[in-house]
């Protein structure tokens, strides 16, 4: 990502973007041929995506073995802040659900976080993405924990030393859901530095029980309240119900750009 | 006038865009998006994907990508009706929010800045770099979502608490979740498309419930105790 020229923070000035290389050229052994087949079928849509992912889950867990040394190989040589492509293979090592995986899962969560790099984190943290390919590697641990793994109890039982509230939070999460898992909270208020022991209490909890936005309408700005723009417009499927005011697109000022 | 590169691309089956690029290419949805939203010609040309609206490597088709995930993850997306819960109604609030929608370079990480009208700079949300490359689909809708609660007049109001990744000290917390701040509602956002999201996939859902218990964790200065089972 290159900054040619400096921006300028709220400047009405419109800004250029030019296309940078394209991707890289790669050659797959059988493993990783499989491992992409795998990523390409996790967000695919369509009338045969559910078979389509039962396919490729079926092909990364026949091979597990293989498929754990290639998503490895794989995350090891992405670039670092490739973080939605990092996390695609961490939530493959997790759907593997396969003890194979779990070396793999503890070199991504007991890896230190590197330091900061954002300006402001409050916009853009790599912190957090750093954090969030962790969490999802907690997890993958945690389900291999409640399958009965010993050895994936214990890897949790070390993530609690990891200098993160999110990672001892889903470790501990992970802990408290193993079977028999309310047996082990003295252990882990052992192991927890007391000021995280308050994790022992954070429920996990359906989002229906949570405390919602009971009148959102009264969060709106005055400008927000007074708007009257059409819905969206309907989908194929219940485009018969179609709110008229969905076609009324007056643009601000220039025509929308067309597609196909 | 800043000038910017395309960075690398992150792999597209996994950031969701090659699922909603091929649903955000409907003319009927683009001259609405289009509108209801207030994206001009002016800022979203010169390489930003005007001309290529369905090309899911560009800036509008990535943001229009966002934009179809918030309104159409409900089962029944036409109730948006604000008794329901966010899944169904925060597309509202965003179209009624956010009336200028600007791509821009950024500083090659920020993601989005919300200009509520202050400072001599008039009101609009700016999207930048980050917002387009490094943020998945789920998380863009989220970012509609958290800066459309800005544009409704609601600051941060607290400093990140000790442990947190976001940095202990430093500012742009929420006292609380009950503070019905940007945090708050783009977590819950997150929630519930992990919970009830429809027309989506399950890695799609997984990754929002991470980073709705990321933000849960981390940006609220009271950690308001609970987590996503």
Same mark, same amino acid.
């Given at each position: 990502m290159?900054e040619?020229t400096?921006?300028?923070p709220?400047s009405d000035?419109?800004?250029s973007?030019?296309?940078?290389?394209g991707?890289?050229?790669?050659?797959?052994?059988?493993?990783?041929q499989?491992l992409?087949n795998?990523?390409?079928?996790?967000?695919a849509a369509g009338d045969?995506a559910?078979e389509?992912?039962?396919?490729?889950v079926?092909?990364?867990?026949e091979?597990?073995?293989?498929?754990?040394?290639?998503i490895a190989?794989?995350?090891n040589h992405?670039?670092?802040?490739?973080?939605?492509?990092r996390w695609?293979?961490?939530?493959?090592?997790? +759907?593997?659900v396969?003890?194979?995986?779990?070396?793999?899962?503890?070199s991504?969560?007991l890896t230190p976080?590197p330091?900061?790099?954002?300006?402001?984190?409050?916009?853009?943290?790599?912190v957090?993405?750093e954090?969030?390919? !962790?969490?999802t590697?907690?997890?993958?641990v945690?389900?291999?924990?409640?399958?009965?793994s010993k050895?994936?109890?214990?890897?949790l039982?070390d993530?609690?030393?990891?200098?993160? #509230?999110s990672? !001892?939070?889903a470790a501990?999460q992970g802990?408290?859901?193993v079977? +028999?898992?309310?047996?082990?909270r003295g252990?882990?208020e052992?192991?927890?530095?007391p000021?995280y022991?308050f994790l #022992?209490?954070?429920?996990?909890?359906?989002?229906?029980?949570?405390t919602q936005?009971?009148d959102?309408?009264?969060?709106?700005s005055?400008?927000?309240?007074?708007?009257?723009?059409?819905?969206a417009p309907d989908l194929m499927?219940?485009s018969?119900?179609r709110?008229s005011?969905?076609?009324?697109?007056?643009?601000?000022?220039d025509?929308p750009p067309k597609?196909k | 006038?800043?000038?910017?590169?395309i960075p690398?691309i992150?792999?597209?089956d996994?950031?969701?865009?090659n699922l909603y690029?091929? !649903?955000?290419?409907?003319?009927s949805?683009i001259n609405?998006?289009w509108?209801a939203h207030?994206?001009?010609?002016?800022?979203?040309?010169?390489?930003?994907?005007?001309?290529?609206?369905?090309?899911?490597?560009?800036?509008?088709c990535r943001?229009?990508s966002?934009?179809?995930?918030?309104?159409?993850s409900?089962?029944d =997306? @036409?109730?948006?009706?604000?008794s329901?819960?966010i899944l169904?109604w925060?597309?509202r609030?965003?179209?009624n929010?956010?009336?200028?929608?600007?791509?821009?370079c950024?500083d090659?990480t920020?993601i989005?800045?919300?200009?509520?009208?202050f400072?001599g700079i008039?009101r609009?949300v +700016?999207?930048?770099?980050g917002f387009?490359y490094s943020?998945?689909?789920?998380?863009r809708?989220?970012?509609?979502i958290?800066?459309? !609660?800005h544009?409704?007049?609601?600051s941060?109001?607290?400093?990140f608490?000790?442990?947190?990744?976001?940095g202990?000290?430093?500012?742009?917390?929420?006292s609380s979740?009950g =503070?019905n701040?940007? @945090?708050?509602?783009?977590?819950?956002y997150l @929630?519930?498309?992990?919970?009830?999201?429809r027309?989506?996939?399950a890695?799609?859902?997984q990754s929002?419930r991470?980073?709705a218990?990321?933000?849960?964790d981390n940006?609220?200065a009271?950690?308001?105790g609970?987590?996503i089972?």
């Open positions: 290159s040619e400096g921006p300028i709220g000035m419109p800004d973007l030019r296309l940078g290389a991707p890289a050229r790669l050659q797959f052994s059988p493993a990783g499989v992409m795998y990523l390409a079928a996790i967000n045969d559910d389509r992912y039962k396919v490729a079926t092909g990364i867990r091979k597990a073995h293989d498929v754990i040394i290639e190989r794989q995350e992405c670039r670092a802040k490739d973080y939605s492509t695609g293979l961490i939530y493959a090592a997790s +759907e593997l396969h003890p194979a995986a779990l070396p793999f899962f503890r991504v969560v976080i330091p900061e790099e954002s300006p402001d984190p409050h916009s853009f943290s790599t957090a993405e954090t969030i390919l !962790r969490t590697a907690v997890d993958g945690a389900r291999l924990a409640s399958g009965g050895e994936a109890v214990e890897a039982f993530f609690l030393d990891v200098p993160s #509230l990672v !001892r939070r501990v802990l408290m859901g079977k +028999e898992g309310e047996s082990l252990r882990i052992e192991r927890l530095c000021e022991r #022992l209490d954070v429920r996990p909890i359906d989002v229906r029980k949570v936005i009971t959102p309408e009264k969060d709106l005055d400008e927000g309240r007074r708007s009257n723009k059409p819905i499927d219940r018969v119900h709110d005011r969905a076609d009324d697109h007056k643009s601000q000022g025509d597609g | 006038m800043a000038t910017c590169t690398a992150p792999n597209k996994v950031s969701g865009d690029a091929p !649903r955000i290419c409907n003319q949805f609405w998006a509108s207030g994206f001009s010609k002016k800022y979203w040309d010169d390489g930003f994907g005007y001309d290529a609206v369905c090309n899911n490597t560009l800036p509008l943001t229009l966002g934009i179809w995930l918030l309104n159409y409900a089962d =997306y @036409w109730n948006e009706q604000w329901n819960n169904h925060g597309r609030y965003v179209r929010q956010i009336d200028d929608l600007r791509a821009k950024g090659g920020a989005a800045t919300a200009f509520s009208g400072l008039g609009r +700016e999207l930048y770099l387009f943020s998945n689909v789920p998380a809708a989220e970012t509609l958290h800066e459309a !609660r544009m409704g007049g609601k941060h109001n607290a400093n608490p000790s442990g947190s990744a976001f202990a000290g430093r500012s742009g917390a929420d979740w =503070y701040g940007a @945090w708050m509602y783009g977590a819950l @929630w519930w498309f992990y919970a009830d999201g027309r989506t996939t890695a799609l859902r929002a991470q980073r218990n990321f933000v849960i940006a609220f009271t950690h308001p609970f987590t089972s």
